[in-house]
């Protein structure tokens, strides 16, 4: 059987010699001249619809990013009266969600508990000190909220330290670079745990802490400005659904220096991996999810000695 390559003039009659050449950088220079300047009706990128969001005008491949744009709220132009009307439709599905989950036990281990009376036995005493005593509400530290880039954060300082904490949900990615960002997306099937390392090598994302991998219990720093209780499947899902779509935004900016280094399995990959999680008639879409879910617990397990002595850190500046 022939392979043939119109773009290029290429023919072999090995399938893997024509994957290959698929793969090949000087296939994909081709391949955007060809698509720029033939008028085959079989052109994907002169057919293909834009789905154009009605408040801001922005373009996108897909119906779901589009409704991801503007059901999540990433539209910054949407008015007042439709973003009152998608907040009572989430508001809808989370009430369905907290009935579902309402059988599952929201036991709090003995341990945590009275860890947590201990803590505030001392907060209490270290504040009625600081009534009397000026000198030492210094060297306890004080906690002052701060907004940070788009990001609410809280300025903790203990002594000597300065910890940035963001509100989980809102973690920053800032300090990962955009070519690096286009790695993850080449090789997303493969990286998502790396991806996942690098995010939480900011100490200013180390914001959940997780006691158990079987436990829908955790605890999380919130816009309170303390760690409380929350159930784990409750915020697991807002966190993923901003790193995917952070990660689809450059995919959609970048496509163009994405062609020159990624084949279209590449490509195709990521785009099957977004939308299995985002679409949930898609067949992959529990699969998808649950792979994801355990990524973020492993990494979140293996922060979490890190993350107690922020907790503890924390506790103290209070």
Request: hydrophobic share 25%; glycine share 2%.
């Amino acid at each position: 059987m022939k392979y043939n390559c119109k773009c290029c003039d290429y023919s072999t009659n090995h399938k893997g010699r024509y994957e290959r050449h698929e793969n090949s950088v000087k296939h994909n220079d081709k391949l955007l001249d060809y698509f720029d300047d033939s008028d085959d009706t079989n052109n994907k990128k002169k057919s293909k619809t834009k789905f154009i969001c009605e408040y801001c005008d922005k373009q996108f491949n897909h119906k779901t990013s589009k409704f991801t744009h503007i059901n999540r709220l990433y539209c910054k132009q949407i008015p007042k009266s439709i973003i009152d009307q998608i907040c009572k439709k989430n508001k809808k599905k989370q009430k369905q969600k907290k009935i579902k989950s309402a059988n599952i036990s929201t036991d709090i281990p003995n341990t945590d508990i009275n860890t947590n009376t201990d803590i505030n036995t001392t907060n209490t005493s270290t504040n009625t000190s600081t009534n009397t005593n000026t000198s030492t509400s210094t060297n306890n530290g004080n906690a002052n909220a701060n907004i940070n880039g788009n990001h609410n954060t809280t300025n903790i300082t203990n002594n000597t330290n300065n910890i940035n904490i963001n509100i989980a949900g809102q973690e920053s990615l800032e300090h990962i670079k955009e070519t690096k960002m286009m790695y993850y997306i080449r090789n997303i099937l493969s990286s998502f745990l790396e991806f996942l390392e690098e995010k939480y090598s900011n100490e200013e994302n180390l914001n959940i802490y997780i006691h158990n991998i079987n436990s829908n219990i955790v605890k999380v720093f919130t816009s309170d400005n303390e760690f409380k209780y929350k159930n784990f499947n409750d915020i697991i899902e807002k966190i993923i659904d901003k790193d995917l779509y952070k990660l689809y935004t450059i995919f959609e900016d970048e496509m163009a220096e994405l062609q020159k280094c990624c084949s279209n399995v590449q490509l195709n990959n990521f785009k099957n991996y977004y939308t299995s999680w985002n679409n949930k008639a898609h067949k992959k879409h529990k699969t998808t999810r649950n792979k994801l879910i355990e990524y973020y617990k492993i990494e979140f397990l293996n922060n979490r000695e890190h993350v107690k002595k922020i907790m503890d850190e924390f506790n103290l500046s209070n």
